[in-house]
């Protein structure tokens, strides 16, 4: 367990000295090409938003949140994101991932465009 502990940690570190300290999350910053880019930038930019210091859960004193959250999308014709429908345990996960993600300008490829995304977000917050 400590070890997988300290693999996280590293883990979120790099991702941390990576990022600019503070994060913008704009329509020419998430270029969408593929499917697989879809899943792994909003993944990405979850573990980003984590870092900020005014991010959702410090804002709502939300001190360890560990959920699970299935998420259904899709991006409309102006390339925002209209969240669907989701999925947890939790009311405060769901809020997070709505204030994130709805109506978050992309620029996608037109294939992406009007069609149905269900991913699964692993929330692991500690704060």
Do not use: C, W
Request: proline letters at 1%; zero cysteines; aromatic letters at 10%.
């Amino acid at each position: 367990m400590k070890t997988l502990k300290t693999l996280f940690l590293t883990l979120m570190l790099a991702v941390l000295s990576m990022s600019a300290f503070s994060v913008n999350f704009n329509e020419s910053r998430y270029e969408i090409k593929a499917e697989n880019d879809l899943k792994t930038i909003i993944k990405r930019m979850v573990s980003k938003d984590f870092y900020r210091i005014d991010n959702y859960f410090h804002s709502n004193n939300i001190s360890d949140l560990d959920e699970d959250v299935v998420v259904k999308f899709l991006i409309n014709s102006e390339n925002k994101i209209q969240v669907i429908e989701m999925n947890s345990k939790s009311p405060e996960a769901e809020e997070y991932i709505n204030s994130l993600l709805h109506n978050l300008k992309v620029k996608a490829n037109g294939l992406l465009i009007n069609r149905y995304y269900i991913i699964k977000i692993k929330l692991d917050y500690r704060s």
